[in-house]
């Protein structure tokens, strides 16, 4: 069974960076594109950013478009957000996703889900 696992979370002032990473057991997460969401408290899963299998393919949400960064390194099988000029409403907890078909863009689907790491931005 396929499980990610983010890290990176915590708490952060706002205007600071910081980045997120997501791992894989069980299978090479190189083989697989991948996403980040997040979820705010009352809100519903936003979608953030996707990339391809290789690293030349990324799509971005205009709402972090110029402020996060979504990588991969497939020899350490890890991908990355790398979050800039954080914002207390980028408070929420953030998910890495994966799709064995491909897929990397809003509506996935993703055939994979971590369980989540909490960002929390204080003014």
């Known amino acids: 069974q396929e499980e990610l696992v983010e890290s990176g979370g915590g708490l952060v002032q706002a205007g600071a960076s910081t980045r997120l990473s997501c791992t894989a057991s069980?299978?090479?997460?190189?083989?697989?594109?991948m996403a980040w969401f997040r979820q705010a408290p009352g809100k519903e899963r936003e979608f953030l950013a996707g990339i391809g299998r290789s690293s030349g393919s990324t799509y971005y949400a205009d709402s972090v478009q110029g402020r996060f960064t979504i990588s991969r390194d497939n020899a350490k099988d890890t991908g990355y957000l790398q979050m800039n000029s954080l914002k207390p409403e980028d408070t929420a907890v953030y998910y890495c996703?994966?799709?064995?078909?491909?897929?990397?863009?809003?509506?996935?689907?993703?055939?994979?889900w971590g369980q989540g790491t909490q960002v929390t931005v204080s003014s």
């Open positions: 069980g299978r090479i997460l190189g083989s697989y594109s």
């Open positions: 996703a994966a799709s064995d078909e491909g897929f990397y863009g809003p509506l996935g689907p993703y055939n994979y």
